[in-house]
């Protein structure tokens, strides 16, 4: 059965809205966003469903950065043909002689697969001086690569006055992944003077990029007045747009704000299917709270062992809820062990089950990692310039 709202009104207490990431007041700067993500035109608006995308549609192209590197370049490059099929050491070997007359982007490229351990030792020494020279030729995602080495003391002491002065030089030449964690300092004003409103217009450029992170954030800034003026409607567009494009934490909210009716209508079967979405993929808050609707059938049917799976997930994430357990009170011991028992094995099914459950239900599926191309000719290439 599914309870109506006026039967359990503590459940719409419980489903405040949580502090989002972008706010009036300096926050922690988040870990750098990486190069690969798509810039493209703005995205459309969510479907009228509000209905969670497939986990097919959530996967992140692993190749993406090559597409950064050579996004000018021929698809009859041969250095970005190599690393496009994972043939990582013919990448290199192919890269080399172009960096060393100068070319910018096989400079970039070769800094990339130093940093990711691509075919060769993890080297962020080696990547870092080939990213300095790109970015002195004024290649954007090489000085964006070059202030994450920064930021983080990578191969390079750390500097985060030098990170910012980076991330500024690649935000200046359109590189939306800069744009955003330049926005991130100007909200942090820590190594640039704090300017959220310089903050919001830049986060506004990446959302409208389609970066789901800026999508979140810019959507975060819409609904609390943060350097804009305060538009809920808007800002839970943007909030939808990140989720829709898989970003977890936005799929929480998101879900959050159909619930309460706050920017976009009230929608119950929709906060629903967010929440399961966000679950699903591992997150112990929509675990939480889906557990919360399940437990008295809002939205969705009652189900108290299915409940009682997910409070069991939420907590081996340290989050322990006492209300959740006032309403699985009255769970029968043995559908509690039941669900313990899928708690334990879950995203897999429980050995002892002979029908699939919710609990079978796996996160959305990750792309797997081309293996290292074995195929380059020759000896392995040259070591490149140490950082200058």
């Known amino acids: 059965m599914k309870a109506s709202l006026a039967a359990v009104p503590a459940v719409l207490a419980l489903m405040s809205l949580p502090a989002l990431a972008a706010s009036a007041a300096p926050v922690p700067l988040p870990p750098p966003m990486r190069a690969g993500t798509p810039a493209a035109a703005a995205p459309a608006a969510p479907p009228a469903d509000t209905t969670p995308p497939s986990p097919d549609a959530q996967q992140q192209d692993a190749q993406d950065i090559s597409h950064d590197v050579f996004a000018g370049a021929s698809r009859e490059d041969d250095a970005y043909g190599a690393y496009q099929r994972g043939e990582y050491l013919t990448a290199l070997a192919l890269a080399l002689p172009r960096a060393q007359k100068g070319d910018h982007a096989a400079e970039t490229l070769i800094g990339e697969i130093y940093e990711q351990g691509l075919g060769v030792g993890e080297d962020d020494k080696k990547a870092a001086g080939w990213f300095e020279l790109a970015s002195k030729g004024g290649d954007m995602l090489a000085a964006f690569e ?94 939808g747009l990140a989720a829709q494009n898989g970003l977890v934490a936005a799929q929480v909210d998101y879900a959050t704000l159909l619930y309460l009716g706050k920017g976009v209508p009230r929608d119950l079967e929709a906060a629903v299917r967010w929440y399961r979405t966000a679950a699903e993929a591992g997150n112990p808050v929509a675990q939480n709270r889906y557990a919360k609707l399940l437990a008295v059938g809002e939205g969705v049917d009652l189900d108290l062992q299915q409940a009682a799976m997910w409070r069991s997930l939420a907590r081996r994430q340290g989050l322990s809820d006492p209300e959740l357990d006032k309403l699985l009170v009255s769970i029968p011991k043995s559908a509690l062990e039941k669900a313990e028992e899928a708690a334990r094995f879950w995203p897999s099914a429980p050995p002892s089950a002979s029908t699939p459950t919710l609990a079978q239900n796996s996160a959305p599926a990750v792309p797997a990692v081309p293996a290292a ?4 000719a020759g000896a392995a290439p040259a070591a490149p310039p140490q950082n200058p």
């Not at 191309?373 to 380059?376: D, I, V």
């Open 373 to 376: 191309s074995t195929a380059a």
């Open 146 to 239: 070059l202030a994450t080495l920064y930021q983080n003391g990578s191969g390079v002491p750390q500097d985060k006055q030098r990170a910012a002065e980076l991330f500024k030089q690649s935000a200046d030449a359109g590189y939306m992944p800069a744009k955003y964690n330049l926005a991130l300092l100007y909200i942090e004003g820590v190594y640039v003077p704090p300017d959220m409103v310089k903050a919001a217009a830049l986060m506004k450029e990446a959302a409208d990029s389609g970066l789901a992170e800026a999508q979140y954030d810019y959507g975060t800034m819409l609904m609390e007045g943060g350097g804009v003026v305060p538009d809920e409607k808007q800002g839970a567009k943007e909030i």
